[in-house]
């Protein structure tokens, strides 16, 4: 069975001089007495609400009355769902969200992508602007002063926002970091286009201007960047820098304790470890205390090796910030946060050299126990050259 609308649009060609009178919207109809389908399309209209009143020669006609000839209808569309004789109904009706569904008639002058653009970009709006008063369909723009801008709009002054659309969303985006900021200079550059036209053509020529309004906005970010992001950016990585080089410079200084610890400490072990023909406790009380001497320093290096990835993570975290904001003189930050990596990086090989060493300095030990309490490996590796006497003359 077919909807009130889709007879309606079947009827609709046929209507002369339609127009709107207040509640109604009239027009004019020829009925041929042979064509038995237009008469049932009249009849269903009429017992849907949609035909109001049916005359002939000035004559209200009866629901049942025989249709013929020239008649006047009187049509009430509100009746018919989803229904808009022209853009500027539909935007009446449905301002800032479109129905979920619609179908215009008079489709001159725009399209859909010009009215759902409207609609996408007043839902952008909604979220940001300051404030937002639903029931008198007004928001306003606050900066310096309030600027009231009704939701009242043409459908011409839509057809340029689709071409700008992206850009603008883009533009505003809240994942920017400087999403705040962005927003700023957008309001300001809105406020500057419509402040001083009339209070009513205000959104008209924020639509119109959508595409002047989001270059300044984007020329005035620039410019702020150029001169201020990049100052506070510095100013912030210079403090940031001091406690980064703070925290590798106790690394370090750790590690090079452990450094000098080694050789001291293996002189001091090797001096007490003394030759013999078995197993004795002096050498393997001496022997096992060396190795955990160097396994309380592979602890401590391994502990300072994680310090030192959480500030390598620390500076690497800083980088991307600072690269996210895509500023013209990012490169110099870059460039001293690279810096701070290759530090850490040198570091990190330090570290690595000097837990190598303290392995090396565990097996060393625990060799040098080994050849004390063994007289074979003693005799094949013998400690030093014993000279008895000199051969004579």
Known sequence: MLSPRDIFLAVRPKLTNF????????????????????QR???????????????????????????????????????????????????????YAPPPDY??????GIDDNSYLSACALLALLKQRAEVWDETQLRFFLVDSQAVEIPIIYTADRTVNIAGHLDMIMMFLDPKHLEA???????RKAAI??????????RLDVFFAQSGNIIERATQDFSLYLERYSFEDALKG???????????????????????????????????KIKQASCWIGQNIIIGSGGVIFCAILLVLLR??????????????????????????????IDAMV?????????????????????????????AAVVWASNPEIQKLVPYSLEVKGAPGP
């Open 303 to 332: 502990n300072q090796g994680r310090t030192l990835k959480e500030v390598r993570k620390a500076i690497d975290d800083f980088g991307k910030d600072q690269a996210a904001k895509n500023t013209p003189k990012a490169a110099l």
């Open 338 to 366: 690279k810096n701070a990596v290759n530090h850490s990086g040198r570091i990190l090989f330090f570290l690595k050299v000097v837990t190598v060493l303290v392995i090396l300095f565990a097996v060393v030990i625990v």
């Open 103 to 108: 179908l215009v008639y008079d489709k001159a």
């Open 41 to 95: 399309q009249i009849r269903e209209l009429n017992n849907d609400g949609v035909i109001e009143e049916i005359r002939s020669e000035g004559k209200l006609l009866g629901h049942n009355a025989p249709i013929s000839g020239a008649v006047s209808l009187s049509i009430i569309t509100a009746n018919i769902p989803g229904y808009f004789e022209t853009w500027s109904e539909l935007i009446q009706c449905h301002p």
């Open 192 to 201: 500057r286009a419509v402040c001083d036209t009339t209070r009513d053509a």
């Open 180 to 186: 705040d900021s962005r927003w700023n200079f957008f």
């Open 19 to 38: 127009r709107n009178d207040g509640e109604f919207a009239l027009g004019d109809l020829y009925v041929d007495p042979s064509d038995e389908t237009l």
């Open 237 to 271: 990585f210079d403090e940031k820098r001091l406690k980064f080089i703070a925290d590798l410079n106790q690394v370090l200084a750790s590690v090079q304790a452990a450094l000098l610890a080694v050789p001291v400490g293996y002189f001091l072990i090797a001096e």
